[in-house]
């Protein structure tokens, strides 16, 4: 089955520069999340779209923003980059309004290292 | 605002044994989901099993049950005839019903060992 694909796998950076990391999600997911998890730490929520649509918002730098496309994939656009924005960024997706819209499924996520 | 804390940083486990890891959380609220996620080095998150708040069965996937305590505010994560492949971090998480975004605990990481 097809599962939630991020691009790129790896991703570095220097300080002040910009990154956009890419996400596409399961066929007929109309949901998109987005999560960092630091070095050693719990993921933290950033931000979700659904139907194109921002959905909730979490801790997110305002450097940082998201959209969620037609297509349903989303890209998370990340300017004036810090060396504290060096994380595993996740992206989920899930199915509104089914039986099991609460169950995530998630990426394999992106490492972003900014030098 | 809603906490979840898994006061286990590591635990280990001989192959074929159970353990079981501990989760508890913190909300006013009545309605939510509760889930526990596995880690493996490969980074990615996996599902392992979710339980909605307003169902008192204790929710079972294969080797994986919970035992959920709504009023203590429990929820640990049972894994029985643990193999090598359980090694990884878990997760415990909350999430409101309504809203998106998954609370997550400090995680607990299992060691099996043969």
């Known amino acids: 089955a097809a599962g939630v694909i991020q691009s790129p796998r790896h991703l570095i950076k220097e300080k002040r520069e910009t990154a956009t990391l890419k996400c596409y999600p399961i066929?007929?997911?109309?949901?998109v999340y987005w999560y960092q998890q630091g070095p050693g730490q719990d993921p933290q929520f950033l931000i979700s779209?659904?139907?194109?649509?921002?959905?909730d918002k979490g801790s997110i730098p305002d450097r940082f923003s998201a959209q969620q496309f037609s297509d349903y994939h989303s890209e998370l656009n990340m300017s004036s980059l810090e060396l504290g924005d060096s994380a595993l960024y996740f992206c989920?997706?899930?199915?509104?309004?089914?039986?099991?819209?609460?169950?995530?499924?998630f990426g394999s996520g992106t490492q972003l290292s900014v030098l | 605002a809603q906490t979840v804390t898994q006061s286990q940083p590591e635990m280990s486990v001989q192959e074929a044994e159970t353990v079981t890891l501990s989760c508890t959380y913190d909300?006013?609220?009545?309605?939510?989901?509760l889930f526990w996620y596995k880690q493996p080095p490969s980074r990615q998150m996996i599902l392992v099993i979710r339980q909605e708040a307003y169902k008192q069965q204790n929710a079972t996937e294969n080797r994986f049950s919970v035992n959920f305590q709504k009023a203590a505010k429990s929820f640990s994560l049972k894994i029985s005839d643990s193999q090598l492949g359980d090694a990884a971090m878990y997760f415990c998480?909350?999430?409101?019903?309504?809203?998106?975004?998954?609370?997550f605990g400090t995680g607990t990481r299992l060691q099996v060992f043969p």
């Open positions: 909300t006013s609220e009545s309605d939510y989901y």
């Open positions: 998480a909350y999430r409101l019903l309504g809203t998106d975004k998954l609370i």
């Open positions: 779209f659904y139907e194109k649509m921002q959905s």
């Open positions: 989920a997706s899930s199915l509104a309004n089914s039986a099991t819209n609460e169950k995530l499924f």
């Open positions: 066929p007929r997911h109309d949901t």
